[in-house]
């Protein structure tokens, strides 16, 4: 290797070592909010942020690094809602196991809505997760279980590891703190491992990826069953938080409000999902207080978001940053 | 068969929806060599090269790797063979640096890429190699930047070292000198016949007078079926591929044609 070689790598590393603590201070930072937020704010309503939060991390994962538009993840999110419900409630299973098997609930139905879906491209996709999504729907509404109009209401929280008592507000505050951190943790490390790197090759060129010998929809099949598990921790701990499962969760306005937050907070950045999460359920918590007609307003900011940023608020300010640098 | 035959099709021939756009192709590619294909807008020269690398299925007709029917294989299965092609439009990850375009190719006869629990730092020891493959196509300066900021020819010197960096038996490069600029194509020229070495290279081609130098055979494609093949002094000569060039009679036009 010539000097000149060397050289280069010696800048690539520094740029990363650069952006890597940018990225951890950032996480800091965050982190601090996160911990301190239930003494400034309710904590059900973080809790609520937090659950929305990791549904649309889980979301953007799909769309924002492998180019995937899914419109039916509300039954991802919802499904695994009666899942962690009916197993706290019915069978009266620990928190963390109903919270998992309504996370792995979702990832066999990830696993089966992405084999039907993933060889087609674009809107015929979108088309067949939401068609597939409303299945999901119907069912919710006339199974047994799910209590149809009424869903699964007084689900107990339960002892954490027959430890904790999730009953405490703030217990149950640090434990959804922590599956939040775990699934960003989760997303994060993907975004930036081996796997991430050919998913990205994917979003940028699928027919060149193909041609460099990856099967291409077999990356995009375990995106998509990473970012539906996901999307089920979301909805199994929001079951917990709330005590209820409801049709609400599993219907297809839930998939467009996912859609909404992670444009809005920026797609394809890994903070842009956060922000808009809290932004939209801080909105809609507002809203709900006034007699504004709650869709037309976030309807009209969603419209604004695309004419004038389109980057997302996050995906915006990043570019901002980057013009400055440059 | 003979054993220097690397690529071959059998009776090729692609229809779409009535319109015959490839028609009983016999091809032979022999092993080490520079083949060329050419021939006018709308010879079927893509289709061609589509139908070789499995990105189209032939209506009718076989293609045989190594002596191995590949007809109903996967584009993924064809480029593990050894198999790789290149675009028409330059192929490059775009919002991906120069270093992590041929990174991603490097990775893959890993197997460890679907490991998505593994850091992106377990694949920084194959920068060396990475920035050696850069380096031979002159792109050093350009390691850090995005293949998006590229100039155009260097887009496509970016796709060769990628192509490089699966080491491929064949290399089948789709127009690698369109829309380049006069010295661009000189040194593009010059960089396929460097990396031709220990390799076949299959090329598609607009342009006769480009592969002139550069191609040990030749194989003039028109209105989907072979017109003539031979080295460049005999193909250059036939007065039907004169007349499929625009309906020049000069050895001289037919090369700008």
Redesign the interface.
Known sequence: MTAETHKMTTVAVRQTSEDTTRRTLLLAAGLAVGLAAPFVLYPVFVMKVLCFALFACAFNLLIGFAGLLSFGHAAFFGGAAYITAHAAKVWGLPPELSILLGAGFSAVLGLAFGALAIRRQGIYFAMITLALAQMVFFLALQLKFTGGEDGIQGVPRGQLFGLFDLNQPLVMYYFVLAIFLFGFALIWRTVHSPFGQVLKAIRENEPRAISLGYRTERYKLLAFVLSASLAGLAGGTKALVFQLASLTDVQWQMSGEVVLMTLLGGMGTLFGPVVGAALVVTLESYLAGTNLPVPVVIGAIFVVCVLLFRRGIVGELQAFLARRKS | MSEDIILEARGLSKEFKGFIAVKEVNLQVRRGTIHALIGPNGAGKSTVFNLL?K?LTPTRGQILYKGRDITGM????V??LGM????QIS??????SV??NV???L??P?G?????????A???DL??RA??L??AVNL?PW??HTAAELPYGRKRALEIA?TLA?DPEVMLLDEPLAGMGHEDIEGTAALIKRVSANRTILMVEHNLSVVAHLSDTITVLRRGEILAEGPYDVVSRNPQVMEAYMGSTTAGEVGHA
């Not at chain 2, 192929?91 to 991906?96: D, W």
């Not at chain 2, 460890?112 to 992106?120: I, M």
Request: aromatic content about 14%.
């Open positions: 690398t990105f996967k584009p993924a299965d480029a593990l790789v092609r290149s675009f192929a490059v990850f775009p919002h991906l270093l992590e990174r991603v190719a990775q893959r890993r460890t890429s679907f490991h998505f629990w593994k850091p992106e377990s694949l920084y920068h060396d920035l050696e850069i380096e050093t390691a850090n990628t699966l």
